[in-house]
């Protein structure tokens, strides 16, 4: 997170404190220093999992004493938890500031969208997007309902808003399952999106290797989502 961002997330921290999840103390400490340990929270925990994170890893990453983490958490548990709260709700207002501008586009133009600009973003929030990426593919089930399910479902409900637009619109065919067709089209987005920002995910699906340009691929796979769904009258939707 940026500091730049600081600002949108107060209101969660204060949210957090009223929940018992982090002190006033840390309320109160610049926001600099607060997104210096949330950040070293996250790299820990990126690289040794969240059921390993070493409090004193984290004070020395953060440049902090073990005595001040103490000071903002009860315990390593709850320092995990403020993490993993945050994160969630600081994605969830990030995607959801976006949605009515993806809503409102041609759904060519917003799947692209969708698709680019999240992986633009995500390479610019890497440390975060890091977590939350390890809690989807690495993650223990109780962090992947409190952190991944609410994303996965706001991405999977904006992709549905976006199809029911464009059905609206007369772009796509009147027939089709909006529920189904919105859960399978925010896959194949995720598993491209997924696979461009982890090289191991790449290595297995074999999409970004080189040989095919990427706009290439993104064509082709807008593609072959439009042509499925097209109006019968109207398949050729590029």
């Not at 600081?6 to 009223?18: A, K, N, Y």
Request: with cysteine; proline share 4%.
């Amino acid at each position: 997170m940026n500091v730049s961002h600081w600002s949108q997330i107060h209101t969660h921290i204060f949210e957090l404190e009223q929940e018992g999840l982090v002190t006033r103390t840390f309320r109160r400490l610049d926001p600099n220093r607060q997104q210096a340990v949330l950040a070293a929270i996250l790299d820990e925990a990126v690289e040794r999992g969240p059921e390993s994170l070493h409090i004193k890893q984290v004070a020395e990453r953060a440049g902090v004493s073990v005595g001040s983490l103490y000071q903002y958490f009860d315990n390593r548990a709850g320092l995990v938890n403020f993490a993993v709260e945050l994160c969630g709700r600081y994605l969830v207002d990030e995607f959801n500031r976006y949605r009515p501008l993806l809503v409102s586009m041609p759904l060519r133009e917003g799947l692209a969208a969708y698709l680019t600009g999240g992986v633009e973003w995500s390479q610019m929030q890497m440390g975060l997007v890091q977590f939350f990426l390890r809690a989807a593919y690495q993650g223990d089930p109780d962090v992947g309902e409190r952190l991944v399910r609410p994303i996965g479902v706001t991405l999977r409900e904006i992709v549905h808003e976006m199809l029911v637009e464009a059905q609206r619109r007369g772009e796509i065919r009147q027939d089709i399952d909006l529920d189904a067709t919105a859960r399978i089209v925010n896959t194949l987005m995720i598993a491209v999106g997924d696979s461009l920002l982890l090289p191991y995910l790449d290595t297995y699906y074999q999409l970004s290797d080189g040989e095919i340009p990427l706009d290439h691929l993104l064509d082709t796979l807008l593609d072959l989502i439009l042509r499925g769904i097209a109006p019968t009258r109207n398949r050729d939707v590029s």
